[in-house]
């Protein structure tokens, strides 16, 4: 037992010196990448599966994942030109300390993104997939969308 107790503390101690160092964000991002794994190994599984793999569909999922990467860092050089121009500009201020706005919301709605296709993943692999949490999966990415328009003054549902 005197074992468990040492590596419950090792673990927290690591989680909380990755806290430390990258924060609520990198926890986030952290999580997308979880997610893109995940999708990635239980699509291959789906393709398996039913015996439709083919290295055209590996090759178009990558370029996917690709451009959701590509998307996210433009969302992140986005949020670093806004907090340049509100730290420069003398006549732009906020009521807060700007850090990151958009690039949180990019990548939310992305975890979420590929929420949706592991669960269908696993619905495909025969798993029981309760009807609610398809649900709070769409509920959860139209906030984000709702939200990002908001954001961004767009009254246009961009849904995926």
Do not use: Q
């Not at 107790?5 to 927290?12: P, R």
């Not at 995940?38 to 090759?59: L, P, Q």
Request: hydrophobic letters at 50%; one cysteine or more.
């Amino acid at each position: 037992m005197e074992h468990v107790t040492t590596f419950k503390a090792a673990v927290a101690s690591v989680m909380a010196i990755l806290t430390a160092l990258w924060g609520w964000f990198g926890w986030l991002v952290l999580a997308w990448i979880a997610c893109m794994a995940i999708d990635w190994v239980t699509g291959t599984m789906c393709a398996n599966m039913t015996g439709t793999w083919s290295s055209k569909a590996a090759r178009e999922g990558a370029a996917h994942k690709g451009a959701s990467i590509i998307t996210v860092i433009t969302a992140c050089v986005l949020d670093m030109v806004i907090g340049l121009i509100l730290g420069a500009i003398p006549g732009i201020a906020l009521p807060f300390d700007y850090t990151v706005a958009l690039s949180p919301l990019v990548i939310a709605w992305y975890i979420l993104t590929e929420m949706g296709s592991i669960v269908e993943n696993a619905g495909k692999l025969g798993a029981p997939i309760p009807p609610w949490l398809e649900k709070a999966i769409e509920v959860l990415h139209d906030s984000v969308d709702a939200t990002g328009s908001k954001v961004t003054g767009d009254d246009t549902e961009n849904n995926t």
